[in-house]
């Protein structure tokens, strides 16, 4: 009896430990993409060096252009990546109208692309979209806003002079319908059109006589100018806010990584990612460096 005892209890001890090793051994594995842009490198760092610290064995497969990331996702050669709920909307899904409430097209992104498996958590509150942006020191003069902008403009006619790249003011959504959206009165001669990327030195270079530049409202070029980004106090421009989209079998596997990434949606704001890109882009810093640096100055790794 004392025998037959001693082999269940031995029994007992070697099933625990045979399934206390197979837990330990199970690996938590994904793949993440990034886009091919400053910021898109910047934000899948951001999200393998959480997961990473995290317990996650991350393996990284970034640089990819929008259409050809969003085949990866569809095809699982990637299982996740941040997208932006603008392109989601307009280039993914074919919608012919803006939903101007961020939230609202989160949820509304999301309801869609459930039907092709993928699911968006993680929704980050900054804005990548088209901007007009003016010298920090005219704030005085043209205001924050374009809707001060626009009475400015509108009352001193001929005088306010706007660069901007030949898409932005060739585009249907472009700067037509931006000017008659907020009722700003201008002329053909009031538009100096050039190669985007040229608009920040030119309004800079006061010799140009720019007074407004279209820019990218999360560019490190903003800090490198001194440049105010302008309210877009009315919402024309389309919603850009940057969410992780996510194949569904692989958020059901791992649901964890919501709260593991939900710190980014609280700290990362328009400012941070303007300085994030600024690093990159002006200092020559590397990406996952500069990743790195801030989220150990949140407090968010050790």
Same mark, same amino acid.
């Given at each position: 009896?004392? /025998?037959?005892?001693?082999?269940?209890?031995?029994?007992i001890?070697?099933?625990?430990?045979?399934?206390?090793?197979?837990?330990?051994?199970e690996?938590?594995?994904?793949? %993440?993409?990034?886009?091919?842009?400053?910021?898109g490198?910047?934000?899948?760092?951001?999200a393998s060096?959480?997961? =990473?610290?995290?317990?996650?064995?991350?393996?990284?497969?970034?640089?990819? &252009?929008?259409?050809?990331?969003?085949e990866?996702?569809?095809? @699982? &050669?990637? *299982?996740?990546? +941040?997208?932006?709920?603008?392109?989601? !909307? =307009?280039?993914?899904?074919?919608?012919?109208?803006?939903?101007r *409430?961020?939230?609202?097209?989160?949820?509304?992104?999301?309801?869609?692309?459930?039907k092709n498996?993928?699911? !968006?958590?993680n929704?980050i509150?900054?804005n990548?979209?088209y901007?007009?942006?003016?010298r920090?020191?005219?704030?005085e003069?043209?205001g924050?806003?374009? @809707?001060?902008?626009?009475?400015?403009?509108?009352k001193? &006619?001929?005088?306010?002079?706007?660069a901007?790249?030949?898409?932005?003011y060739?585009?249907?959504?472009?700067?037509? =319908? %931006?000017?008659?959206?907020?009722?700003?009165?201008?002329?053909?001669?009031?538009i100096?059109?050039?190669?985007?990327?040229?608009?920040?030195?030119a309004?800079v270079?006061?010799?140009k006589?720019?007074?407004?530049?279209?820019?990218?409202?999360?560019?490190?070029?903003?800090?490198? +100018?001194?440049?105010?980004? %302008?309210?877009?106090d009315k919402?024309f421009f389309?919603?850009?806010? #940057?969410?992780?989209?996510?194949?569904?079998?692989?958020f $059901?596997?791992? #649901?964890?990584?919501e /709260?593991?990434?939900?710190p980014?949606?609280?700290?990362?704001? @328009? $400012?941070?990612?303007? +300085?994030?890109?600024? &690093?990159? $882009?002006?200092?020559?810093?590397?990406e996952?460096?500069?990743?790195?640096e801030y989220?150990? =100055?949140?407090?968010?790794?050790?």
């Amino acid at each position: 009896m004392k /025998k037959l005892f001693i082999i269940i209890l031995l029994s007992i001890f070697i099933t625990i430990g045979f399934f206390g090793c197979t837990k330990k051994a199970e690996k938590k594995i994904i793949t %993440l993409g990034a886009k091919a842009f400053t910021e898109g490198y910047i934000l899948g760092h951001l999200a393998s060096i959480l997961l =990473s610290s995290n317990g996650f064995e991350v393996k990284e497969n970034f640089g990819m &252009q929008t259409f050809i990331i969003r085949e990866a996702l569809l095809t @699982s &050669q990637i *299982d996740a990546y +941040y997208e932006y709920t603008g392109t989601a !909307w =307009s280039a993914f899904f074919k919608k012919g109208y803006l939903i101007r *409430d961020p939230i609202e097209l989160f949820n509304e992104v999301n309801k869609e692309d459930m039907k092709n498996g993928i699911i !968006w958590i993680n929704r980050i509150d900054f804005n990548d979209t088209y901007a007009l942006a003016i010298r920090e020191e005219d704030k005085e003069k043209f205001g924050k806003s374009l @809707s001060s902008l626009a009475n400015y403009v509108n009352k001193n &006619q001929g005088k306010v002079k706007f660069a901007i790249d030949h898409e932005f003011y060739e585009r249907p959504d472009g700067f037509d =319908s %931006l000017a008659k959206f907020y009722g700003i009165k201008y002329s053909k001669n009031d538009i100096i059109t050039m190669d985007i990327g040229l608009t920040y030195p030119a309004i800079v270079d006061k010799t140009k006589g720019i007074d407004v530049a279209m820019v990218f409202s999360t560019d490190g070029q903003l800090k490198k +100018y001194n440049l105010l980004v %302008l309210e877009d106090d009315k919402n024309f421009f389309p919603i850009y806010n #940057p969410g992780l989209a996510i194949r569904k079998e692989i958020f $059901d596997k791992y #649901p964890e990584i919501e /709260k593991i990434l939900a710190p980014l949606n609280k700290v990362l704001t @328009s $400012d941070d990612i303007i +300085y994030l890109n600024y &690093q990159v $882009d002006v200092l020559g810093k590397d990406e996952r460096e500069v990743a790195l640096e801030y989220l150990k =100055s949140k407090g968010l790794i050790k």
